[in-house]
């Protein structure tokens, strides 16, 4: 699975949109990009995924470059409960993949009154 | 159930102890996955199961290491001869997708210390 960069820490006010950028430059093509957050002593969470398209739920937006080599997660109205580590970690579907998730340092965001 | 538990929360072994580790995963999902998680990390993958089949043990530190699912929904990772370098946080996660594609869910995790 391809290896990804990301900034070591983030401020953010509260209210305003909250990016965390990723770098995934030997990101393969058929490879997905996957957020993961993790609040203090509570397990990672699953926040979206994207494959070449911009995605977006009820949580995030995800953008994905058009060459795939870096995506950038948007949370719009971050609030304080948004602080926590996000981890972006790439990894393949499909019958040859275990289901491994790779997971770096992250980022870990803090989002200030 | 709703999500993952996982149990006990917190456990304490005397070095050399055997522990147990339970995972109840959320129901009907096939795949069920363990990490590692040391303090200041991000989570290490041991081990994966597709119902009680266990596909993938790579992530296993040694043979001290022993994860089973012998009916396809609990979980239990068990650990032989703790040592104090497995003092660390165990994540259980689970999926309704075979190899946990489109996300899965994790668990609040076991918090086991060993002195």
């Known amino acids: 699975d391809a290896k990804t960069t990301q900034p070591t820490s983030m401020d953010c006010a509260e209210g305003r949109a909250a990016n965390l950028p990723c770098n995934h430059s030997?990101?393969?093509?058929?490879?997905?990009v996957y957020w993961y957050r993790q609040i203090h002593s509570q397990g990672p969470q699953y926040i979206i995924h994207g494959l070449k398209n911009n995605e977006t739920n009820e949580m995030a937006s995800l953008i994905i470059t058009e060459d795939r080599k870096s995506s950038t997660l948007i949370l719009p109205h971050a609030t304080l409960r948004d602080t926590a580590v996000y981890y972006c970690i790439v990894r393949g579907h499909g019958s040859s993949n275990t289901g491994k998730l790779i997971f770096g340092q992250g980022t870990t965001l803090q989002v200030k009154p | 159930g709703a999500g993952v538990s996982q149990s006990p929360r917190y456990k304490v072994a005397k070095r050399g102890q055997d522990v147990a580790l339970r995972c109840d995963p959320i129901s009907g999902h096939v795949s069920l996955f363990w990490y590692q998680q040391a303090l200041g990390q991000g989570p290490e993958f041991l081990t994966y199961f597709q119902n009680e089949a266990q596909l993938d043990k790579s992530g296993l530190p040694s043979d001290r290491f022993f994860a089973e699912r012998p009916e396809g929904s609990v979980s239990t990772l068990k650990i032989q001869r703790t040592q104090q370098e497995d003092s660390a946080v165990y994540l259980c996660?689970?999926?309704?997708?075979?190899?946990?594609?489109?996300?899965?869910?994790f668990g609040s995790g076991t918090r086991l210390t060993v002195v």
């Open positions: 030997t990101i393969s093509g058929n490879e997905y």
């Open positions: 996660a689970s999926s309704r997708n075979p190899g946990g594609d489109y996300g899965y869910t």
